[in-house]
């Protein structure tokens, strides 16, 4: 079966749910996650499941054509303009980086309900 290939960046409070849904899904390949903090527990589910972490997002990027899509939920307006300014930069028009927003609504229609964020800088 054809998967999608994802790496998640940021697995905090608002990230480890999805990640959760996403490493049940059997359609899924999470090919990396990335948080500035490698004690939360989704980095340490990540591993228990034999998913590599990082604390480096650019590390995700860098793997190419490897990763459909990079799903950030950082919250964070500076990793939002570093990953699209790598991936103009390495010229890889096959990765799709999906918004917190597009996020939030997944993580909404799995729960029957609006998913808040604690983040407030969630623009584009």
Same mark, same amino acid.
């Given at each position: 079966?054809?998967?999608?290939?994802?790496?998640? +960046?940021?697995?905090?409070?608002?990230?480890? #749910?999805?990640?959760?849904?996403?490493?049940?899904?059997p359609f +899924?390949?999470?090919?990396?996650?990335?948080?500035?903090?490698?004690?939360? #527990?989704?980095?340490?589910?990540a591993r228990?499941?034999?998913? /590599?972490?990082?604390?480096?997002?650019?590390?995700?990027?860098?793997?190419?054509?490897?990763? &459909? =899509?990079? =799903? &950030?939920? @950082?919250?964070?307006?500076? %990793?939002?303009? &570093?990953?699209?300014?790598?991936?103009?930069?390495?010229?890889?028009?096959?990765? %799709? =980086? %999906?918004?917190?927003?597009? /996020?939030?609504?997944?993580?909404?229609?799995?729960?029957?309900?609006?998913?808040? @964020?604690r983040h &407030?800088?969630?623009?584009?």
């Amino acid at each position: 079966m054809q998967k999608f290939r994802i790496g998640m +960046v940021g697995v905090g409070e608002t990230g480890t #749910p999805l990640l959760k849904q996403l490493l049940d899904a059997p359609f +899924v390949e999470l090919v990396g996650v990335a948080d500035l903090n490698l004690d939360l #527990p989704g980095i340490g589910l990540a591993r228990e499941r034999g998913v /590599a972490v990082t604390d480096n997002f650019i590390e995700i990027a860098e793997q190419g054509e490897r990763v &459909d =899509i990079i =799903i &950030d939920v @950082t919250g964070s307006r500076k %990793v939002r303009e &570093d990953l699209r300014r790598y991936m103009q930069f390495s010229g890889n028009a096959h990765t %799709v =980086i %999906v918004h917190e927003r597009v /996020a939030l609504l997944m993580l909404s229609l799995g729960a029957g309900r609006r998913v808040e @964020t604690r983040h &407030d800088e969630l623009s584009y």
